[in-house]
């Protein structure tokens, strides 16, 4: 069964670095999503993103955050200058549209573990 | 804006007996509603969507859940629990925008 994987499982950085999270979505996907989760509690949304730009994005995602796509498979969330609140697990999501609309489930990729010092 | 209500951080059952997870929800316009399974350690899975149509909907690992409209709730349902349903259990409500809201999580234990 398709699946969206991501990589690395797990990043430990210092505050202030950058860090790259990769994702590459379910192929015939074209919603795609991240999201995070702290501590294994609530799942925020993070940032949406279709037809190569961003659609939608929340407060959490300052101008410290970015995402790309670039070269139609990978699709990455970078973090320019990483604070200690940024730890957390950053799991990459993707839809495929029903109907025309994005009304379908989201699959999960399994999460990148984030920890900053 | 768009929200999820779980109301108990933690559901406890007996192996063989029904469970109930509840969720409530708030959105603009027709809601997407949706329920996701989390094993420790693991990404989220889909359970099972509402969408349109019947009110009682069926999903994975013989769960189901009922959309009540009136009362805005998307209740979680499974006749018979197990102990490997153990999981943390999030609701999700998607609107027109596209993106899911999720609830805060519901701790489903089940004890043999």
């Known amino acids: 069964e398709p699946e969206v994987t991501q990589t690395p499982s797990h990043q430990v950085t210092q505050m202030g670095q950058e860090v790259i999270l990769r994702c590459v979505p379910i192929s015939n996907h074209l919603y795609f999503y991240w999201y995070r989760q702290i501590l294994g509690q609530k799942v925020e949304f993070l940032v949406s993103f279709y037809n190569n730009e961003i659609s939608e994005k929340s407060e959490i995602f300052d101008d410290q955050f970015s995402v790309e796509r670039p070269d139609g498979s990978n699709f990455t969330l970078k973090i320019r200058s990483t604070k200690l609140e940024d730890s957390a697990m950053y799991f990459c999501?993707?839809?495929?549209?029903?109907?025309?609309?994005?009304?379908?489930?989201?699959?999960f990729g399994e999460g990148s573990r984030l920890t900053v010092l | 804006a768009q929200s999820v209500a779980q109301p108990e951080d933690q559901v406890n059952v007996a192996e063989g007996n029904p469970l109930t997870v509840k969720c409530t929800y708030s959105?603009?316009?027709?809601?997407?509603l949706f329920w996701y399974v989390q094993y420790p350690n693991r990404g989220l899975q889909f359970l099972l969507k509402y969408i349109t149509g019947d009110n009682l909907v069926k999903g994975s690992y013989g769960f189901e859940a009922e959309f009540n409209k009136s009362q805005t709730s998307f209740h979680l349902k499974k006749p018979s629990a197990l102990v490997s349903d153990s999981a943390l259990y999030f609701c999700a409500v998607r609107g027109n925008a596209g993106k899911s809201t999720f609830g805060d999580g519901t701790t489903l234990t089940v004890k043999p």
């Open positions: 959105v603009s316009g027709n809601p997407y």
């Open positions: 999501a993707s839809v495929l549209p029903r109907g025309g609309s994005d009304t379908g489930e989201l699959f």
